[in-house]
């Protein structure tokens, strides 16, 4: 996996992808590498640039509509490649709903969207088109500019979570235990803590080939949660306690995971790198990518 952008649409849709690009210019001048099918130059064996253009792709980013789900040739060439190296290689998937379309047929559902699908970009006003485009440019951003490595000191929420779980075992699946992490320099806008009440569709993608989990959780404003956990070896219950740290822009959970008669406890802690008032994005300590996405 390398630290480029690749964008995948179809070119019916040439307009979402100019538009797109004009949010992302900041970028680009800033270094980020955003590559699209447009590069290719007259005479270049083309297959060979897409395929090179996948390999080195940190991000891709599809812009789906009913013609991009048509196209055969992104079905066949561009589709599978990236949604196996989203399991295999830490490739982050970020798929814009661009037109009404069938999506919730294919493996894309699996993924967070980085708009609320029942709104596509094309059924918005252009003030609200504008402000979209600039959310999704914030969060491909903070997957190629990930924030800088905290110092190596343990931040509040993973102190208290210890605290509470002296005995624990080492945590399974979920998560792990909290890493030692130090402070950020300003507290983060929103407030984690504001903002996460309620029920909310968590995506997690782990650095092991294929190991995706996903969780619905309610989050209540007395700091507790519950909800279930589904993965490859099947459903689980989990409840807990949450804490949001504004300075640290962390979110620590603590809690138990219930399978059949098996109880396990687990500890987490997640440092956000974007966070808005529907969406949040994080990476673990142990390198998993966390993906919430408020549905009540």
Known sequence: MGDQVFISYSHKDKEWLERLQTVLKPLIRRGVVVWDDTRIQTGRKWREDIKAALEAAKVAVLLVSPDFLASDFIAENELPPLLKASGADGLTIVWVPVRDSLYSE???????????PARPLAALSQAEIDSALVEIGRK??????PPPSPSPRASPPAERAAARQPTSPPPQPFGTAPAEQGPAPAPASPALAEILPGQWQVQIQTPMPGAVGQMRLQFFPNGTFHGDLATPMGMSAVDGQWEANPFTRQLGLQGRQAAGFQVIPYAVIIQVTFCDARQILGITS???????????
């Not at 142990?286 to 009540?296: D, L, M, P, S, T």
Request: no cysteine; hydrophobic share 50%; charged share 30%.
């Open 106 to 116: 294919t493996e894309i559902a699996d993924y967070q969207a980085a708009h609320d």
């Open 140 to 145: 491909i951003k903070a997957v190629v500019e």
């Open 286 to 296: 142990a390198g998993e990518r966390v993906f919430f996405q408020k549905i009540a």
